[in-house]
């Protein structure tokens, strides 16, 4: 699996971005992909993430209501819209794919398999 992160940017607190994940390769069928984060200095920690199969989805305590994960299965595309950006939500965000992901590992890094390359967000107050 090929995974390729984009949409990052500067942008003011109270604004919105979309990041987008374009995943290439086998199918996603068996797969969660999620979005992680990692701040200068800080570990990576998770964001959000979704089943391919059955699109359900998982947040960041304090990312829910604000944003939203979704994939497109016909251009193999996973989404995170961030809404209400602040500026504690400046890091490098990177999508990766979780094989035969389960509930109790799917905030893990370690359970992740594929990693795309970072895209920078940058939230200025």
């Known amino acids: 699996v090929q995974l390729q992160a984009s949409g990052g940017g500067l942008v003011q607190a109270g604004d919105s971005l979309r990041l987008s994940c374009a995943a290439s390769?086998?199918?996603?069928?068996?797969?969660?992909v999620g979005w992680f984060r990692q701040a200068p200095g800080k570990e990576r920690e998770f964001v959000a993430a979704?089943?391919?199969?059955?699109?359900?989805?998982y947040y960041k305590d304090d990312v829910k209501g604000r944003f939203t994960m979704s994939r497109d299965k016909g251009k193999n595309m996973v989404y995170l819209q961030m809404n209400n950006l602040k500026p504690e939500d400046t890091a490098v965000y990177y999508c990766?794919?979780?094989?035969?992901?389960?509930?109790?590992?799917?905030?893990?890094?370690?359970?992740?398999?594929?990693w795309g390359q970072g895209t920078l967000v940058t939230v200025s107050s």
């Open positions: 990766g794919a979780d094989f035969a992901p389960i509930l109790s590992t799917l905030r893990s890094v370690a359970s992740y398999n594929y």
């Open positions: 390769g086998p199918t996603l069928s068996n797969y969660a």
């Open positions: 979704i089943r391919w199969s059955n699109g359900a989805t």
